[in-house]
């Protein structure tokens, strides 16, 4: 269970069911996949193993891993107040 700012995380919208992140584990392009069009211009934003937000950026497509360390990292997609968590691996 991923706590953010000592909150809970929200129910995740049903809309959000299909979005996935591929391939996974990556090793340097991470591909944000079947994002609905109303989620599009969302915050997206990612943290390592110790909590520490290491990306954030508004409405991507993918995310440039090449210069990233190897591990674990979880990326939240955040619109009006609900949100979807995807954990993913980089080699």
């Not at 809309?15 to 996974?24: C, M």
């Not at 991507?60 to 949100?83: H, N, P």
């Amino acid at each position: 269970l991923l706590v953010v700012n000592n909150r809970l995380p929200l129910e995740e919208p049903p809309i959000l069911s299909d979005f996935v992140l591929a391939p996974n584990p990556a090793i340097d392009l991470l591909q944000l996949q079947h994002i609905p069009s109303a989620w599009q211009n969302s915050r997206s934003q990612v943290f390592n193993i110790w909590g520490e937000k290491v990306f954030e950026q508004m409405g991507i497509e993918s995310i440039d891993l090449s210069d990233w360390s190897s591990g674990f990292y979880v990326l939240i997609l955040e619109k009006e107040g609900e949100r979807a968590v995807r954990r993913f691996v980089k080699n």
